[in-house]
């Protein structure tokens, strides 16, 4: 099994930072791929930004600028720097994986159990 754990979530004022850390454990062959999604209340879903394997980086819109991903590919986490936030950036934060098992099974749909952030004044 697979576990994604999230963590650095928090309330935070506007123009403020935070930084979210994302734990990939378990049977882990090789990672592909992580993201960082958010999902805000009566919203879908939305990608957030993307690091690849070879440390290729895509971010939505409405981050670029103010979001940063990184990864410890020896301790198989990401992160996400966020700074300047503002109130619409209020939302569950889900990390996801891309990642091949020790069994030898690829797939795109891990996720973690989400954090909190809270942009409020």
């Known amino acids: 099994q697979v576990q994604l754990v999230e963590s650095g979530g928090g309330l935070v004022q506007p123009g403020g930072s935070l930084r979210l850390s994302c734990a990939a454990s378990?049977?882990?062959?090789?990672?592909?791929?992580m993201a960082w999604y958010r999902q805000a209340p009566g919203k879908q879903r939305e990608l957030v930004a993307t690091?690849?394997?070879?440390?290729?980086?895509d971010y939505a819109d409405s981050v670029k600028g103010r979001f940063t991903i990184s990864r410890d590919s020896a301790k198989n986490t990401v992160y996400l720097q966020m700074n300047n936030l503002k109130p619409e950036d209020t939302a569950n934060y889900y990390c996801?994986?891309?990642?091949?098992?020790?069994?030898?099974?690829?797939?795109?749909?891990?996720w973690g159990q989400g954090t909190q952030v809270v942009v409020s004044s």
């Open positions: 690091i690849t394997r070879d440390g290729n980086t």
């Open positions: 996801n994986a891309d990642l091949r098992n020790r069994d030898g099974i690829r797939a795109d749909d891990y």
């Open positions: 378990g049977s882990i062959f090789r990672i592909y791929a």
